[in-house]
């Protein structure tokens, strides 16, 4: 049974509802429900949006709520949740691989498809409206709304991939190459900043942590187990997906370009029907600045509109 924790917020283009999805296993996933302000007949597709490894629903900054507020705008119903560990959602964090997020990611999508009007506020009150399902997730949470169409092939309409990077198993060391650099440069920066020395001192820097981003990979050896991988082979299983794809990805960030390679790759051996790739100039990996974010929402609702 859905619990509703804070119901029916109303913000200039849309109500909000704060929820508690329950799962199989006994877990519950923290989720916000974005209904737009627009009569029921006009609202189009349920999107489900997914954060990355570590964070919460929010996303980067707030980069999903206001993604989710922009689609809402337009007329979709949007839900975004918590992974198992994170934010709202119980679990522990630690346990939490690849496949348990695909299965959160299922749950709320049986959510969508038949508890929507469990909520305080009914978007569908009506049958067969609203039918088309994207979802939609960030970095990491790109691969879980992958892993969710390839379990789910004839449930989703369309899958939008922000900032993704290709499955664990087919990642080169040309991966690992840039990823270092990248933590290299990010922390050369914050080496820079007075307050950095302040923490540090204060204990409050995990050293440990720094000194595994940059000195080790994220494959594993000796029978380690990877938590970013999966014990299924998603890619080859994505080819049997016919939905539509949109891949987006920052200009400086130095893991697109090698990522849309991949993906273009993936495409001509026949994953979905139609797949865009698109970059955002300048932009960097959680496209922290407003107008990169207005140029995101703007692309993804349209293809939404169009899924």
Not at 57 to 64: C, F, H, I, N, V
Not at 125 to 138: A, L, N
Not at 185 to 210: F, M
Request: charged share 25%; aromatic share 6%.
């Amino acid at each position: 049974m859905t619990t509703i924790l804070s119901p029916g917020s109303a913000f200039a283009t849309e109500c909000r509802e704060v929820l508690h999805i329950p799962t199989a296993n006994g877990h519950a996933i923290g989720a916000t429900l974005h209904v737009p302000l627009t009569e029921t007949e006009n609202r189009k597709s349920k999107i489900l949006l997914l954060p990355g490894w570590s964070g919460p629903r929010t996303g980067p900054a707030e980069l999903l709520v206001q993604l989710a507020s922009t689609l809402a705008a337009h007329g979709h119903v949007v839900l975004r949740i918590d992974l198992h560990g994170r934010g709202d959602s119980t679990g522990r964090f630690e346990t939490c691989d690849l496949d348990r997020m695909i299965a959160d990611a299922e749950t709320a999508l049986g959510w969508l498809q038949k508890h929507v009007n469990d909520c305080a506020i009914q978007p569908f009150p009506s049958e067969g409206t609203g039918t088309r399902i994207v979802v939609g997730g960030m970095c990491s949470g790109g691969n879980v709304a992958l892993g969710l169409a390839a379990l789910r092939p004839k449930d989703l309409a369309g899958v939008v991939a922000l900032s993704a990077l290709p499955f664990q198993p087919t990642r080169s060391s040309d991966f690992d190459r840039r990823r270092r650099w990248k933590s290299f440069k990010h922390y050369v920066v914050k080496a820079l900043e007075p307050s950095t020395w302040a923490r540090l001192l204060k204990g409050e820097i995990n050293v440990e942590r720094v000194k595994k981003n940059l000195g080790t990979h994220e494959k594993t050896t000796g029978g380690e187990r990877n938590l970013k991988d999966s014990v299924r082979d998603i890619e080859k299983e994505l080819l049997a997906w016919k939905g539509r794809a949109l891949f987006v990805w920052g200009g400086g960030d130095e893991e697109a370009s090698p990522a849309r390679a991949h993906f273009e790759k993936l495409h001509a051996a026949g994953f979905a029907l139609t797949t865009r790739l698109e970059t955002i100039t300048g932009a960097n990996h959680n496209f922290y600045a407003r107008a990169w974010r207005e140029e995101l929402g703007t692309l993804i609702a349209s293809f939404c509109s169009s899924a």
